[in-house]
């Protein structure tokens, strides 16, 4: 496993914490995360080390930009099959909580890439 890759098994492990800690007990462990999703976390470590600087309202645009390249749209509800994601919108229109999941993403990459 490269250093990208398990930067995002960890970025994902906290993501799937926060998430079960607020009720939310849909996310699978690393090892039974669908690609995209596997996928999807390594895009945005890779962001944050490049662009060391950027914060959560970046990184979760850097997300939102990698999912309409991949043809996700806006939904009510995160429905993978029909990549439909309630969190399409802008960073300023999500709910705190969702907010949250985008500095703990940003904090666990450069707490794990720190020298």
């Not at 470590?45 to 806006?74: C, I, Q």
Request: charged share 25%; proline share 9%.
């Amino acid at each position: 496993m490269d250093a990208i890759e398990a930067i995002a098994r960890v970025t994902h492990e906290a993501n799937r914490a926060w998430c079960a800690a607020h009720g939310d007990h849909t996310q699978l462990a690393w090892e039974d995360a669908p690609a995209w999703q596997r996928d999807s976390a390594m895009a945005g470590v890779r962001f944050h080390l490049a662009n060391p600087d950027a914060g959560p309202s970046a990184s979760h645009d850097e997300w939102m930009r990698h999912k309409l390249a991949e043809g996700w749209t806006y939904g009510p509800h995160k429905n993978p099959e029909k990549k439909e994601h309630p969190c399409m919108v802008p960073f300023e229109e999500l709910p705190p909580q969702q907010q949250a999941k985008d500095r703990l993403f940003r904090a666990t990459v450069h707490a794990l890439a720190a020298p």
